[in-house]
């Protein structure tokens, strides 16, 4: 299979104008006649609804939940990244995709990463417009802040809920076109398989998850906005149900994966308290700003922090990367923390956290700026913890939180079956091997808003469509593999709970393809999944039936895809003998441990095709090429 | 810990309700409420019976998706935190606790505790919105917005859509829903223009989708999860009687369009 990423060449700077130029249009009169189906409806699915709805596509919108507003962009706390220099500070469009190239430690296309950068302005824009209330000065002008990876102050933020906020701009927009019958929308319907008529996308198969029905549903093209699959870990930032299920299914029908390996631990996480924790709390990475990270210099110490003083702190991050200090890319963060854990220097019951201490900021600053800054956080780290972070230094640990993996996708977002795209945090694209903080919300929504509903026109515009029934050969069997599924899971009556199996598996990629890895501990994981997954089917308890909510089959039917993907995750891992960003191998770092890339081997994309359950995928490799930031090693000291 | 819980279970729409006892033995006061279900559930489906059904999703409070009546109170006992942010540490041993769906006319049951509250979602569909098409947005710093205003729409878009107002509301009123969409966007400049036809659709809206009238209890504010205040109702209130006065001709149009039926507001 020839991988052709469509990344124009020429001027960066031209590139993203240039292609829109050369891209085919579609009538406006004649849009009305091109059926668009979106999957999923965060800050990217809701986003690209909302926009092909404007343009007059005829769209069907689909997610679990019982509305759209809740998919879980709605998390995301500390903010979104714009290259405005409204701060005159330095920063520009090149800047930030110089950082984004840098932070993703040279795993990215550049085309793709420029063309963020550039669209970031205007996301801005499009929020204000829409009623974002995004924080302001007294002069009423737009405010910003500083974040993890940056010199710059290029973050929007909305108090500690940016992405509630600008989920509900989408949200809103989306409802708008629902009301004006432009979109429709099917909440609480979870897609189960890609209809692929003809080597093309064309539909999908569905479960009303109220009534069970399995439906199908064609269209001329399907876009995936379903989020990315950092719940295969069982306990991550993500929501409980984030799921891989779109994704994966779309992969078995032909969608190549790229870079599954590379998965992001977020640095500022609660800790765990007990076996019964059911997620990760997140706290915002802006903490970092004004909070700082230490451990007791000596082993074991294990008195209250206020006892220990001054001298006796040490400041890690602070120390080993004057430059940065607190603010070093989440990766680096992460490390740090599992080190200094390692040699025994961890805080808190179980010795896995360390201190984020917001003293020194609350004495400089008054402790009513850190409650405008951060007040909604720390309500909730008391709420969960029962501390008062004003008065005892909050305890983070590392926890699983994105996925920069994910299908691979063209320039265009589209993936390698035509027809179908992939936006967000779904596809692979902008972020490397590590994403910035606040860059997910950006790249989510200049997906939806603004590169989808230029680039999926020139595909409807240059392709035949004929007139495909829900009685399609293709169409009855993919519903007949839905519901064998359904039916299996049903039937096993095993004797554990789908949970019970899931944290296992959690269990199992969190210990040997988390934080850091080895080849030795991967081909450990990858003979045991296997043998998990064989138990999975025989032994699994799912009650109830299939014509009703049965959230327990909902479950089952997303860990036993989280197995199979679980394979490739780890495969992946194994294959990439180099350290970059978030895949960190222990055989391959610098004397000073940080990470080290094999560019000479290991500059590309990895991309894989399913080739049947329990088959070893095959490899296929989209060269990446460096114009305008020349990989050196990262550096944040 | 020890809990005594009743639970509504209820198969589906159709099917009639009953509370069912159980007994969780085993309850850390670190866990969420939440994870305490879970723990039921776990149990429950170790011996055979069907766990029960309730919607959570982000589990940190924002995503609105969870929430069920706790002794009668939305939410529990705490104030502005959601059902998956309370912690066990907040009950006592052997406690009894009675756990009941969000109960309102607009909110059918589906299962159990879980309710439909697509309601919610026409509400915003018939005006909660800016209609701004993508592209067309000027430089955001071209609207300046001053930072009172910016921080009270906040306080008001801080709304998580959950329906613990509707739900402890003795008229099953969405006043506080609204008023808290109404007020945000009504805040700022960029919800100017819009402002009088958005209030008069979705106070039409509600009233299709058979929500009660506020009559200045102020339960909603009580347990919303947000802590959204009494005030934005207020505001609701004055801009749909400013625009029932400047509108007149404008209203019985929508109001044709909408219901056929004369507005509360309108008749004069």
């Known amino acids: ?637 | 810990m020890r809990l005594i819980l009743h639970i509504w279970r209820q198969p589906n729409a159709q099917e009639k309700g009953r509370m069912v006892r159980y007994e969780v033995p085993n309850v850390n006061e670190d866990m969420s409420f939440l994870e305490m279900l879970d723990v039921l559930n776990e149990n429950l489906i170790e011996n055979g019976q069907e766990p029960v059904a309730f919607d959570h999703d982000c589990r940190e409070g924002i995503c609105g998706m969870c929430g069920f009546m706790i002794n009668g109170v939305a939410h529990g006992p705490v104030r502005g935190t959601t059902i998956c942010q309370l912690h066990m540490r907040h009950f006592r041993d052997g406690q009894e606790l009675y756990l009941e769906p969000w109960r309102a006319r607009a909110f059918p049951i589906v299962k159990d505790l879980v309710v439909n509250r697509s309601a919610f979602d026409r509400l915003i569909a018939a005006g909660g919105f800016i209609s701004v098409a993508t592209g067309s947005a000027p430089d955001g710093n071209a609207i300046l917005v001053p930072k009172e205003n910016s921080d009270r729409a906040m306080d008001a878009a801080a709304c998580i859509g959950c329906g613990a107002c509707v739900a402890m509301c003795p008229n099953a009123s969405a006043s506080l829903f609204m008023g808290a969409k109404i007020a945000h966007l009504g805040l700022l400049p960029q919800g100017q223009p819009e402002r009088e036809r958005r209030v008069v659709a979705m106070v039409a809206q509600a009233r299709q989708e058979m929500f009660g009238s506020c009559t200045n209890i102020g339960e909603c504010e009580a347990v919303c999860p947000k802590e959204i205040k009494l005030e934005v109702i207020g505001r609701m209130n004055r801009d749909f009687l400013r625009a029932s006065w400047s509108r007149r001709e404008a209203l019985r149009d929508d109001e044709a369009e909408v219901s056929g039926k004369p507005l509360a507001g309108s008749r004069r």
């Open chain 1, 1 to 637: 299979m020839q991988l052709d990423s469509k990344a124009p060449g020429g001027p960066i700077e031209t590139r993203w104008d240039r292609h829109r130029f050369n891209l085919k249009l579609v009538n406006p009169a004649n849009k009305r006649k091109h059926s668009i189906i979106v999957v999923g409806s965060g800050l990217a699915g809701g986003s690209a609804a909302a926009s092909l709805g404007e343009l007059g596509y005829q769209v069907k919108c689909f997610c679990f939940q019982d509305s759209p507003r809740r998919a879980h962009s709605i998390a995301a706390q500390g903010g979104i990244n714009a290259a405005k220099n409204y701060h005159n500070d330095g920063d520009s469009v090149y800047r930030l995709f110089y950082d984004t190239v840098k932070g993703g430690d040279f795993r990215s296309r550049e085309s793709n990463v420029y063309r963020l950068a550039q669209i970031s302005v205007n996301i801005i824009d499009q929020c204000v417009a829409q009623g974002v209330p995004f924080a302001r000065e007294y002069s009423g002008y737009l405010d910003n802040r500083s974040f993890g990876g940056a010199q710059v102050s290029r973050t929007f933020y909305a108090r500690g809920q940016t992405g509630q906020q600008l989920l509900l701009g989408a949200y809103q927009a989306l409802e708008r076109q629902i009301g004006a019958s432009n979109v429709r929308m099917f909440p609480r319907t979870e897609m189960l398989d890609l209809i692929v008529v003809d080597g093309r996308a064309r539909g999908i198969v569905t479960r009303d998850l109220i009534t069970g029905k399995i439906e199908s549903h064609l269209a001329e093209a399907v876009v995936l906005g379903t989020g990315g699959y950092g719940n295969i870990y069982y306990l991550s930032t993500n929501a409980k149900g984030s799921n891989a299920t779109a994704l994966w299914r779309a992969h078995k029908r032909g969608a190549l994966f790229a870079n599954p390996c590379y998965t992001q631990i977020h640095p500022t996480c609660i800790p765990v308290s007990g076996h019964y924790q059911s997620k990760l709390t997140l706290m915002s990475e802006s903490l970092r700003n004004d909070g700082r990270v230490w451990v007791p210099l000596k082993k074991g110490d294990k008195r209250p922090p206020a006892e220990i003083q001054e001298s006796q702190r040490d400041y890690y991050l602070e120390r080993k990367y004057p430059s940065f200090g607190n603010l070093v890319p989440r990766d680096v963060a992460s490390r740090n923390a599992k080190a200094v854990c390692d040699e025994g220097r961890g805080v808190g019951e179980t010795g896995l956290a360390v201190y984020l201490d917001f003293r020194d900021a609350i004495q400089r600053l008054g402790k009513h700026v850190i409650r405008e800054r951060y007040g909604n956080l720390f309500d909730m780290y008391e709420r969960i913890t029962a501390e008062d972070p004003y008065q005892v230094p909050m305890r983070i640990f590392p926890a699983i939180h994105y996925t920069m993996g994910g299908l691979w996708v063209d320039y265009n977002l589209m993936s390698s079956i035509p027809g179908l795209y992939v936006i967000g945090e779904a596809n692979f694209s902008d972020h490397g091997a590590n994403r910035l903080g606040a860059s997910a919300l950006m790249q989510g929504l200049a997906d939806g808003y603004f590169v989808l509903p230029n680039t999926i026109g020139d595909y409807l515009a240059s392709q035949k469509f004929e007139e495909i029934t829900t009685g399609h050969p293709a169409v009855l069997e993919a519903e007949m593999q839905v519901s064998g599924i359904t039916k299996r899971l049903l039937e096993t009556r095993g004797t554990r709970s789908v949970d019970s199996f899931h944290r296992e598996l959690g269990k199992l990629m969190w210990d040997f393809c988390g934080m850091s890895r080895t080849a030795e501990g991967l081909r450990h994981a990858l003979s045991q999944i296997p043998e998990m997954r064989d138990q999975f089917w025989r032994e699994v308890r799912v009650l109830g039936s299939g014509e009703e909510l049965n959230q327990s089959l909902e479950k089952a039917g997303r860990v036993a895809d989280f197995y199979e993907l679980s394979e490739l995750i780890c495969t992946d891992a194994l294959d990439r003998n180099e350290s970059c960003g978030g895949h960190f191998r222990e055989e391959y770092q610098t004397p000073e441990g940080e990470a080290a890339r094999d560019d000479a081997h290991y500059s590309y994309v990895a991309a894989w095709e399913f080739r049947g359950v329990g088959n070893p995928e095959e490899l296929h490799k989209e060269p990446l090429h460096f114009e305008y930031v020349h990989p050196t090693q990262r550096s944040y000291k």
